[in-house]
Nanobody, 122 residues
């Protein structure tokens, strides 16, 4: 089954760190770009960070200098290192893959994971 699976969410204190992971299912052969978004109650979905297959990165203004996105191309995995977290970082973090191709040649313009909850609280 073609899917993205996130992990690593949990409760973290303000100022702490957390590392999120997102792995594509084994039937996905290639992905052009991967990104993390977040969704919190009462707010619009927000782009957190993105990375292309060439390694170019982009960050949302609210996380620049605190979060770092990285990618393991061989495993079609993407990671998000969260440092110096704040209560406003509390959200469900979702992973998305753009332009994914499976080993059978199927093309997916966009895929989304189910999300992992990050709660920043003392």
């Amino acid at each position: 089954q073609v899917q993205l699976v996130e992990s690593g969410g949990g409760l973290v204190q303000p100022g702490g760190s957390l590392r999120l992971s997102c792995t594509a299912s084994a039937d996905i052969k290639s992905i052009e770009s991967l990104a993390w978004y977040r969704q919190s109650a009462g707010k619009q979905r927000e782009m957190v960070a993105g990375i292309t297959d060439g390694g170019s990165t982009v960050y949302g203004d609210s996380v620049k200098g605190r979060f770092t996105i990285s990618r393991d191309g061989n495993a079609n995995s993407v990671f998000l290192q969260l440092n110096s977290v704040k209560p406003d970082d509390t959200a469900v973090y979702l992973c998305t893959a753009v332009k994914a191709v499976t080993v059978d040649g199927a093309y997916y313009r966009e895929l989304w994971g189910q999300g992992t909850l990050v709660t920043v609280s003392s």
